[in-house]
């Protein structure tokens, strides 16, 4: 059977699943994303140089690698395009024959990104704190069916059609909360240019990919955004507005479940958050300043808005969960050199609401908001784990907190990352992700 495997952020984003799909994408021949759009932000290091991946799957840095641009994903052609001339002149190549858009993709056109502005600025209070790339507005065009797909747009009647459908009523909802109106035959002269520039990409993706899985060549699907962001299981309604779990892999490419071999769970060594919503272990009040050290020694601000980034303690409840949801096969555990200079680490075992022990993961995010985690203490292990290969290199706690991590999920871990650097990652010898890594 062919190599199709998942890579999924099992917490809210940033997990560092950049480096992880990099690592992983030399040993696939196709690398594909199944939803989102330029929401997402990967950083991948290599060497001195740093690639920024917001669309274009991170499988563009390694020669000779396919990247599919799914049928889940909701696609801004003028984003597509600056990403790749940036690309390109960071000296990759983005070329039709390694770049495959899905006919059947949404666009993310201006009027998206204009109602996304007017979204957030009508909840107030209560916004999202959305990325304001009119991920949203297109994800609703789309299961409103009035949504724009790639293949559409090379029809210009039909392009043009549906773009005065749709301004007619974007307008009016711009125009009520004090925008600026957006004119048709802009609009349609905008997305034409590029949709032209775009057609050589254009291909059936789904067909794509099953017969390459058919002929056995390996699939690396890689999750944007993460579980606890997604629209179904995510901390509704401050989620994004795709299925970013293991199910939504199949929606968003086309390929059927039993395809799927493997899902790997991008964890990070404790927890943060960009955008509102509830984050019960976040260093609030007493730990502002630990917050405040973990985001500087985590280099945590967004990679697509540049957003500081909340950040808390490693919550095992919610990460079991996350482990359920996406039947986790292996974890890749990242950034557990951030957490060296602490002295306590504490983690996240359950929580507890109105006195009681919370059973499962709280659908309503009210209930989120209220909850009190219940925390285990381990010690610290102050020494530099920085660059370690070896497991057995580890100091002790810091194994010790590994092996806790791995009980508490009820997962493997695979991989654990010591730094942002291909090379400074210790791999489990014997574990599936080993097993990936191995086999092309
Ligand atoms: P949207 O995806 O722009 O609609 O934003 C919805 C929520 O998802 C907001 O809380 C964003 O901050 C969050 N979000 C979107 N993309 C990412 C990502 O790549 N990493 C982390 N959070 C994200």
Not at 243 to 248: H, I, K, P
Not at 390 to 414: H, Q
Request: charged share 25%; aromatic share 6%.
């Amino acid at each position: 059977m062919s190599k199709v495997i998942v890579v999924i952020g099992a917490q809210w984003g940033d997990e560092g699943k950049g480096k992880i799909v990099d690592l992983l994408a030399e040993r696939f021949d196709i690398v594909s994303r199944y939803q989102g759009g330029h929401n997402a932000g990967h950083s991948v290091y290599v060497g001195e140089r740093a690639f920024v991946l917001h669309l274009i799957p991170s499988g563009i840095i390694h020669r000779g690698k396919t990247c599919v641009l799914g049928n889940g994903m909701v696609i801004d052609p003028k984003a597509f395009f600056e990403e790749a001339d940036r690309l390109a002149a960071q000296g990759l190549e983005v070329t039709p024959e390694r770049v495959l858009v899905s006919s059947r993709a949404h666009l993310i056109l201006p009027y998206h990104r204009a109602l996304d502005h007017t979204s957030e600025e009508r909840l107030g209070n209560e916004r999202v704190g959305t990325t304001l790339r009119g991920i949203g507005p297109a994800y609703e065009d789309k299961a409103g069916r009035r949504g724009i797909r790639v293949a559409d747009a090379l029809v210009p009647e039909v392009l043009r059609a549906r773009i005065e459908r749709n301004l007619e009523d974007a307008n009016r909802i711009i125009e009520a909360y004090g925008g600026q109106a957006l004119d048709v035959e802009e609009v349609f002269a905008e997305t034409s240019r590029l949709t032209e520039r775009l057609a050589p990409f254009i291909a059936d993706t789904t067909h794509f990919l099953n017969r390459a899985a058919r002929e056995g060549r390996s699939i690396l699907i890689e999750g944007a955004q993460a579980t606890l962001l997604d629209v179904d299981h995510g901390t509704y309604p401050f989620v994004t507005s795709s299925s970013t779990t293991a199910g939504g892999a199949s929606i968003g490419t086309g390929l059927a479940p039993h395809r799927i071999t493997g899902v790997l769970g991008i964890v990070r060594t404790y927890t943060t958050r960009v955008g509102e919503g509830p984050f019960p272990t976040e260093m609030l009040e007493g730990e502002a300043e630990l917050g405040q050290l973990i985001r500087k020694r985590g280099r945590e601000y967004g990679a697509s808005t540049g957003r500081p980034r909340r950040c808390g303690w490693f919550d095992a409840f919610a990460t079991r969960y996350a482990a359920e949801i996406n039947g986790f096969t292996s974890v890749a555990l990242t950034k557990l050199d951030v957490l060296d200079a602490l002295d306590q680490i504490k983690v996240c075992t359950g929580y507890r609401l109105d006195g009681r022990e919370v059973e499962s993961f709280p659908a309503v995010s009210q209930d989120l908001r209220r909850v009190e985690p219940v925390y285990d203490t381990l010690p610290g292990w102050n020494t530099s784990t920085e660059g370690i290969t070896e497991m057995s290199r580890l100091p002790l706690n810091a194994r010790a907190y590994v092996e806790y991590l791995s009980r508490a999920m009820d997962v493997e871990i695979g991989l654990v990352s010591t730094g942002p650097e291909r090379d400074q990652t210790i791999l489990n010898p014997g574990s599936a992700l080993d097993a990936w890594l191995k086999t092309q």
